[in-house]
């Protein structure tokens, strides 16, 4: 029998809500399901979001009555937040949250680099918004929760899975005793201590760094801006770093890393805690300023993956596919991309719109984003926490060559999460004219997005499915075009036509977009008319043209579509 627990988690500013528990017997038996998501994390929630956009019913499982514990993830990058728009919650985010686009990083007390994030007049979102992930969590699980198409069931914990022909078999585990569910494809977001992982005795590539952070959460009213601090080598916690984040509700995220040998649980100490925070404050001229902590946790960098997210009628997602480690915000925010890329690959194939080879694609796509991030983390990784002496010796001639260098200083620029660009897909169309453009999102990178009017984006009206992007300024879409078009819509695949750049609607277009200012048509390179972009579902492109014609969209469609 599991037994969540039914307490509220403790916290001086997020009231925890503790869900009912789904019980079976409340509930009328359903023979198979077509989609269950085993976690109501980011990857699971947004992943079930993504489905029900095509129409694709889903159950999602959480172990727990209640979201998860602390901060977590705090920072959400802008690809984030163009993902989250998507599954209608990014407008909640950005009330709430604390945008921000500079970072500053310091050497032995001395202010050595100031981090700057581009921003644009195009740009909707900010580089980065800070949020704790709690509240994240409870605006996603109310779309959920408003969505009929996601059925979220509280107090269900997934134990042993058994792959059938085609399909799984699951038993769970509720507060009043086990039932078994059957479903055509299981989804694994369940977290980085992934127990359908172990289940299924899958090993995970790459590495484990030694040497721990302790994160802390605390409360405390600090006149600073919003932005990044880091500091290296400081005088408190000398050869060591820590990052200190501003969160909404006054509260403040410090991550400090130990010495080594210095065990977590020592390092949880109250007393331990509270000398260490009262040296970073001191050091930062804040000294006797109260503070009262909220949630604490020890960390330890990881980089590894699944070499392979489909395993079967099982597919891993989010931390359950790989672990990255937390500097460059590369958490979440690799969630939010795994579960939309897996959101639309999955729903096509169940769909039948394509078929099961398009998620051996998925796979392949996020496995080669995941390998790019331990590549790129791996880096970071080793500035922040140098895994052995070579790498500590390089690392501190960077810091004290800093101090009198201003070519050393960009070094400290940290790899930030961001989107990974799908540049030899086997969806992208080889016959486009994708070397031909000059400006403009390339074949297999996420869209740029434009401003079209005072609160009006490019992006803003993009929908689910696949997005033609016509440039003209008045013509209509050619007859042949709209054939290929509504041949495919005709299968059923949700394929838009946005005309961009005409005062009027465009004959066979879907929307029309004036772009009175023809930023859009420069941030596309798209020079002449009827240049067009085909975007896939997750927003990334698949194919541009200087000129469209039906063949080659055809082609294009042909190539996204695999069967
Ligand atoms: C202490 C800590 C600090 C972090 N700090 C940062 C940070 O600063 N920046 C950053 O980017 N990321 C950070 N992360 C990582 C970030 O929280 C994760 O990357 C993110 O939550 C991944 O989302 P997910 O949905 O894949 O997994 P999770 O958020 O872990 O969600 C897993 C879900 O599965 C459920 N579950 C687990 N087992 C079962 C089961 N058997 N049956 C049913 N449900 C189950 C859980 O209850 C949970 O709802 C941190 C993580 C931790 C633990």
Not at 158 to 178: F, I, K, N
Not at 267 to 272: C, I, W
Not at 296 to 313: E, H, I, K, M, W
């Amino acid at each position: 029998m599991h037994h969540p627990t039914s307490t509220p988690r403790p916290s001086i500013y997020y009231p925890y809500h503790v869900h009912a528990p789904w019980l079976p017997s409340a509930h009328p038996v359903q023979n198979r399901h077509r989609v269950v998501v085993v976690g109501a994390g980011p990857a699971g929630m947004v992943t079930a979001l993504e489905l029900a956009r095509y129409g694709v019913p889903s159950v999602v499982l959480n172990a727990e009555l209640q979201v998860s514990q602390g901060s977590r993830a705090i920072v959400f990058t802008r690809r984030s937040m163009e993902i989250l728009q998507q599954v209608g919650v990014a407008d909640r985010v950005s009330a709430h949250g604390l945008p921000w686009r500079f970072g500053n990083s310091y050497y032995r007390g001395q202010h050595v680099f100031r981090m700057e994030a581009p921003h644009s007049p195009h740009d909707r979102f900010y580089p980065m918004i800070n949020l704790q992930q709690q509240y994240l969590e409870e605006y996603l699980i109310d779309a959920c929760e408003a969505n009929p198409l996601i059925e979220l069931r509280w107090g269900n914990k997934a134990g042993t899975v058994q792959q059938l022909d085609r399909g799984v078999q699951l038993e769970v585990d509720t507060p009043e005793g086990p039932y078994t569910l059957t479903t055509d494809w299981l989804v694994a977001a369940d977290g980085g201590r992934s127990g359908l992982r172990s289940a299924m005795d899958l090993q995970m590539e790459g590495a484990s760094y030694e040497g721990f952070f302790v994160i802390a959460d605390i409360k405390i009213d600090l006149p600073l801006p919003t932005e990044r601090l880091a500091y290296f080598d400081p005088d408190w916690n000398r050869g060591n770093t820590i990052l200190m984040h501003r969160e909404p509700h006054g509260i403040w995220r410090v991550d400090y890393q130990l010495p080594p040998g210095e065990t977590p649980e020592a390092a949880l100490q109250p007393e331990s805690l509270k000398q260490r925070i009262d040296a970073q404050l001191a050091m930062i001229g804040f000294a006797g300023l109260p503070w009262e902590m909220d949630w604490c946790s020890v960390y330890s960098a990881r980089t590894l993956t699944l070499p392979d997210f489909v395993q079967g009628n099982v597919i891993f997602t989010g931390d359950a596919a790989h672990l990255l480690p937390i500097f460059g915000v590369r958490g979440a925010n690799t969630a939010f991309q795994d579960a939309q890329s897996l959101g639309w690959h999955l729903a096509f194939v169940v769909n039948g719109w394509a078929g099961p080879v398009l998620l051996a694609n998925h796979s392949a796509e996020r496995v080669g984003a995941a390998r790019e991030i331990i590549h790129e983390a791996g880096k970071s990784t080793r500035f922040m926490a140098p895994p052995t002496r070579g790498f500590r010796l390089l690392r501190d001639a960077v810091l004290s060559l800093s101090l009198t260098q201003d070519f050393v200083r960009p070094l400290y620029h940290w790899r930030t999460s961001r989107p990974h660009e799908y540049t030899h897909s086997v969806l992208n169309s080889p016959g486009d004219d994708n070397l031909l453009f000059t400006n403009g999102p390339a074949k297999g990178a996420p869209p740029t997005n434009a401003r079209l009017g005072p609160d009006d984006f490019l992006l803003d009206h993009l929908g689910g499915g696949f997005n033609l992007l016509y440039f003209t300024q008045a013509s209509p879409l050619p007859q042949e075009v709209l054939q290929v078009v509504n041949q495919t819509s005709a299968r059923g695949v949700p394929v838009r036509v946005i005309a961009v750049g005409s005062g009027h609607p465009v004959e066979g277009a879907d929307t029309t977009l004036t772009d009175a200012q023809g930023s859009c048509r420069e941030r596309y390179g798209a020079t002449s008319s009827g240049a067009a972009y085909l975007l896939r579902p997750d927003q990334h492109v698949c194919a541009r043209w200087l000129t469209l014609d039906a063949t080659r969209l055809k082609n294009a469609l042909h190539a996204a579509l695999p069967q």
